[in-house]
C-alpha cells in the first residue's frame, strides 16, 4: 500500500522503487483530478478509469474495477477522504476494495 498525496502517485510508482514494465496501467477515479492523469501519462503508464457510483454516495464500482485490473495493474487510486466527489468513502466499500 502506498500513502501519498493522489498527484504524486504515478511518480512513486515510476520513479520509485518499483520497477514499472514498459506496459503498466493504473486505474484512476472517473470523475477525478485531471492532474492524476496527465502526471500518469507523463509517466507512461496507461491510464484506466473506473466509475464512482453517485447513486451509491460516490462508491468505488468495484465491478468496473475487476473487469479493468489485470497483470499489469500497479495501482488503484482512492483519494480518501475528500473523494473528487466531495464524499469519502465508507468502511465497508473500503474494506471490499482493499
Known amino acids: 500500500m502506498l ?3 493522489p498527484s504524486t502517485i504515478p511518480t512513486h510508482l515510476r520513479h520509485g522503487n518499483c520497477p514499472c514494465p514498459p506496459y503498466a496501467n493504473i486505474l ?5 483530478f485531471p492532474y492524476d492523469e ?9 491510464v484506466r ?9 460516490c462508491e468505488v464500482d468495484l ?3 475487476e473487469a479493468l ?3 499489469n495493474t500497479l ?8 473523494n473528487p466527489c466531495g464524499n ?3 468502511h465497508q466499500n473500503l474494506q471490499k476494495v482493499g
Open 88 to 90: 469519502d468513502y465508507t
Open 75 to 82: 495501482a488503484l487510486v482512492i483519494i480518501n477522504p475528500g
Open 69 to 71: 485490473a489485470d497483470e
Open 63 to 65: 465491478d468496473a474495477v
Open 49 to 57: 478509469h473506473f466509475d464512482l457510483l453517485p447513486e451509491k454516495g
Open 28 to 32: 484512476l477515479p472517473r470523475p477525478g
Open 38 to 46: 496527465v502526471r500518469a501519462k507523463h509517466s507512461h503508464l496507461e
Open 3 to 5: 500513502s501519498a498525496p
